[in-house]
């Protein structure tokens, strides 16, 4: 019992995708996690925070997420033990994005 107890909490990554309600935080391209279900969205970085997917809002991008073993990376490759998802993330300073649902930023044009 010991056993399985550690590796469960070494490996929550791992078990959680298994659960049906981490299937609503898969995000699709375009979309990160968000918490809550009302209003603005409020985009989480993390999937224990996040409920559910939306669209990112203009002046943010989508971008992969990888959270592997309880040490969570942006843009990190997909491996055993992880859950793969998308964050919204915002554009960079000297970047904007208008459109929602975007993947990139552009440069701001002067």
Do not use: I, K
């Not at 055993?80 to 701001?108: H, I, K």
Request: charged share 25%.
């Amino acid at each position: 019992f010991a056993v399985a107890c550690r590796w469960a909490r070494r490996h929550r990554a791992a078990w959680e995708a298994w659960l049906p309600e981490a299937e609503a935080r898969r995000c699709a391209r375009g979309q990160g996690m968000v918490a809550g279900g009302g209003g603005d969205p409020e985009y989480v970085g993390n999937v224990s925070a996040a409920t559910t997917c939306a669209r990112c809002a203009a002046g943010r991008f989508s971008t992969s997420y990888v959270e592997v073993e309880s040490a969570p990376r942006v843009r990190a490759p997909n491996g055993e033990g992880s859950f793969e998802t998308r964050v919204c993330l915002p554009c960079d300073a000297g970047t904007s994005q208008v459109a929602m649902g975007s993947e990139t930023c552009e440069l701001c044009r002067l």
